[in-house]
């Protein structure tokens, strides 16, 4: 009866589920163009993205969102003009608070994080530096920000976001991909002079 039983068992060709799988993900060959506008700041920004300004109640000169469309990523880029000492200006801050909030937002994460990574911006030919958040963990709604300043007149930062659900494991060769863009700005970033640029 035993033997019976496993030579059944061992024939059935039952039905053995299989995990969810993913589309495959095609990634565009690596090509940037030079972002160029009345604003304080320059950079490279790949050419599959579109740059567009950031519309909002809360949105203030300068702001930026770089869309990636085959992705359904987007690259939120604010700027702030820093407080200068004696200076009355309720529309600025010390670059002190726009650090610390530039911190929070990236903690804000820990709940979901496995680990967040920090790298150091220092790039002393271009006056820059800043942070550059890397946060690790599956369900974590925003996987790389960052943040550069020159410490007395420009605050600039960004957080990128996807308009899906967080499921970083089929993200990841584009979060990857992304990143690599978002490297490649922070590396081709300057600050432009007064007189390069007028208020909008």
């Known amino acids: 009866m035993i033997l ?8 059935n060709d039952g039905f ?18 030079s972002f160029e506008a009345e604003c304080p700041f320059t950079f490279e920004y790949p050419a ?17 969102n ?3 469309p085959d992705f359904g990523g987007r690259l939120y880029l604010t700027y702030h003009a820093i407080l200068q000492e004696g200076e009355a200006d309720s529309s600025k801050g010390p670059v ?3 650090q610390e909030d530039a911190r929070k937002f990236a903690m804000n994460h820990t709940v979901k994080a496995s680990a967040i990574e920090e790298d150091v ?15 690790k963990g599956l369900n974590t709604a925003s996987s ?3 943040y550069m300043t020159d410490s007395t007149d420009h605050f600039f930062r960004g957080a990128l ?7 970083n494991d089929s993200l990841a060769p584009v979060i990857d991909f992304i990143r690599e863009d978002v490297v490649k700005l922070i590396e081709s970033f300057q600050w432009k002079s007064s007189a390069d640029y007028a208020s909008e």
């Open 66 to 68: 770089i869309e990636f």
């Open 121 to 135: 911006i220092f790039n002393e030919a271009k006056n820059v530096y800043g942070i550059l958040y890397h946060i």
């Open 96 to 98: 002190e608070q726009y």
């Open 144 to 146: 790389v920000q960052f």
């Open 161 to 167: 976001y996807f308009d899906v659900a967080p499921r």
């Open 16 to 33: 053995t589920p299989r995990p969810w799988g993913y589309f495959r993900i095609d990634l565009p060959e690596k090509s940037y163009r």
């Open 48 to 64: 599959y993205a579109e740059v567009v300004k950031h519309k909002s109640e809360t949105s203030i000169p300068y702001w930026y």
């Open 4 to 11: 019976a039983l496993s030579i059944i068992v061992g024939c």
